[in-house]
């Protein structure tokens, strides 16, 4: 009977013809009372895992979200779709949304971790007479300190779970990825497989083809998700992360005017194909500086920053969705809950501090399912700023997941194959190919190159100058400089001084950094101090390496 009422309700309310396979299961599980963790691709479709149940049971479900911008949408769009929806967050002083959602008047009620944390006792006793039939956790990851959105009030959830004990917990993500380093992969990999055959009913998707997939390495992140929010015996879906409509590429930011001008024609190509875009800048200034020259082109564009007053941002919001306005140049506060299917691009204006944002914000374009494009430009200086994303963290576990962040985020950048392949073992798919085709690595044709030698050359001398003194000195040292620098500290006694000579110093550079993104040199650079970020400032060496690049 069930099932049938499921798709009913999916015709009535959605005009969904169909569940997406997972949503099923899911929907079927959450009826039953079962607790379910969903990662699923931003895009899938996992709101409706929520939405559904409380309308089949006909009891109120519960959503906890970390934005009142992003409930205020989704309140918004069920009510037009004739279901009682409301939200509940710190500013609400609706007395009567408080007393009707006590009561259960409501299909789904969304709450702010904060104020499902703080509302008084007999609000949760009444409404547990009225019935609740789900209490959904959305951007789990939030919860857990290994993930890149950590948020301390996701913490206190727990103890929820001794109040509602007999409704079903669910935790939504599309990122609950691992940190690891790629060498340590097959190890995790396989530990994970085991603990997670014995404790969880193991039900892996993968979402784009439906094909079952034996491993997946979502461990730590997940593991905190379910351990913090008490989930008994899950039900686990995990979908494949893969976007394969959209393509993704990299290219070098030169700062200055003439970059941008030339950026931004380049991009009202698209715009003029009637295409709509999204331009993240890492700094308002830059937002400001890319706004202006939109409107110098003839082109209007819409701006959304951090420091607009609400209203500005809510009413450039609004153009843009209704596709008023074609371009967004943006800072990453313009985010969650852009269910614009149309987006054809999303350029990113510097790096952002972690693939895990990077995966997010670009996975905004193409939802519709047509191809779409995702171009990051960085520059070096992007990848200094471990100590300006620390801020006032003090937990060790966090600065380091922050500076592992980072450093994936630059890895991704100096990479020559497979972008596409890179992203997902990094969110720890198994990619079956070497090349996607569709990705700028895989549409340029390179070269491979042997280059031990250079890159023995290279370290070693990294390590005759001891560390200490970032690419500059030893590619100065190699290439024969007899600078007073380099006199005073008498390096230029070193035997490999001059033996880099037939090489600019620039092209020494890109050696480095490919040696650092790989892993094979690293910046042993003092996280702790709150010094002005200068990430070059010391080297040291992992290993002894056989290295081969390919140069375009
Ligand atoms: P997520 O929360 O996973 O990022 P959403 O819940 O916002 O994804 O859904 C993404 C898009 O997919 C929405 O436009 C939604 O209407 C659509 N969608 C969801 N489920 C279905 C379905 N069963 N059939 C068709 N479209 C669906
Ligand atoms: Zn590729």
């Not at 559904?52 to 309140?75: A, E, N, Y």
């Not at 390495?217 to 879906?237: A, E, M």
Request: include cysteine.
């Amino acid at each position: 009977m069930s099932m049938e009422t499921m798709r009913s309700v999916l015709k009535k309310y959605f005009r969904f013809s169909d569940f997406r396979p997972y949503q099923r299961e899911v929907i079927e599980k959450i009826i039953e009372k079962r607790d379910c963790l969903v990662v699923m691709a931003t895009g899938s479709g996992k709101s409706l895992c929520y939405q559904v149940p409380p309308l089949v049971v006909k009891k109120t479900g519960i959503v906890v979200s970390p934005l009142i911008s992003l409930m205020r949408d989704q309140v918004m769009a069920l009510k037009q779709r004739g279901i009682k929806a409301e939200y509940l967050g710190s500013a609400q002083k609706d007395f009567t949304v408080h007393s009707k959602a006590e009561h259960g008047q409501f299909d789904i009620l969304f709450m702010t971790p904060e104020k499902a944390c703080t509302v008084p006792s007999s609000f949760w006793s009444n409404l547990l007479k009225a019935g609740i039939s789900l209490f959904a956790v959305d951007e789990a990851h939030c919860i857990s300190e290994w993930g890149h959105d950590f948020r301390v009030e996701y913490k206190h959830l727990d103890k929820l779970r001794e109040v509602l004990l007999d409704v079903p917990f669910v935790g939504l993500t599309a990122t609950a990825t691992e940190k690891y380093s790629s060498f340590a992969l097959a190890g995790r990999a396989a530990l994970g497989l085991v603990v997670r055959y014995f404790l969880f009913d193991l039900n892996l998707y993968w979402y784009n083809n439906s094909r079952r997939t034996s491993y997946t390495v979502y461990f730590r992140v997940q593991y905190d998700i379910i351990g913090s929010l008490k989930l008994n015996y899950p039900f686990v879906t995990i979908g494949s992360v893969d976007r394969t409509n959209l393509f993704y590429g990299v290219k070098l930011l030169n700062r200055g005017q003439s970059f941008i001008d030339e950026l931004v024609r380049e991009i009202s190509k698209e715009v003029t194909n009637g295409g709509s875009t999204i331009i993240y800048c890492t700094t308002i200034k830059d937002v400001e500086q890319i706004f202006k020259s939109f409107a110098e082109a003839g082109i209007e564009a819409g701006m959304y920053h951090g420091q607009m007053n609400g209203k500005a941002r809510e009413e450039s919001h609004r153009l843009f969705v209704r596709d008023e306005l074609q371009v967004m140049v943006a800072t990453i506060a313009f985010g969650m809950g852009i269910d614009k299917p149309n987006i054809r691009q999303v350029i990113h204006y510097g790096c952002p501090k972690s693939l895990e944002s990077y995966y997010q914000e670009s996975g905004r374009c193409g939802r519709d399912g047509i191809a779409s494009v995702c171009w990051l430009y960085y520059t070096r200086s992007d990848f200094a700023k471990a100590d300006f994303y620390c801020g006032e963290v003090k937990s060790e576990k966090q600065r380091k997941a922050i500076m592992e962040s980072l450093l994936a985020a630059e890895r991704y950048c100096v990479l020559t194959t497979c972008r596409r392949k890179f992203l997902l073992e990094y969110f720890g798919e198994k990619f079956p190919a070497d090349r996607c085709g569709n990705c700028d690595n895989c549409k340029i044709s390179r070269k491979e190159r042997d280059m031990s030698r250079e890159a023995f050359l290279l370290m070693a001398c990294i390590h005759s100058c001891r560390g200490g003194w970032g690419l500059n000195m030893p590619i100065d040292v190699l290439r024969g400089s007899r600078s007073k620098k380099i006199l005073d500290v008498q390096f230029d006694k070193l035997p490999l001084h001059g033996l880099g000579k037939n090489y600019p110093a620039n092209w020494w550079k890109a050696l480095g950094y490919q040696l650092i993104s790989q892993a094979y040199a690293y910046h042993s650079h003092d996280l702790w101090s709150n010094s002005s970020a200068n990430a070059s400032g010391k080297f040291e060496l992992c290993r002894a390496i056989a290295f081969t690049v390919a140069m375009s």
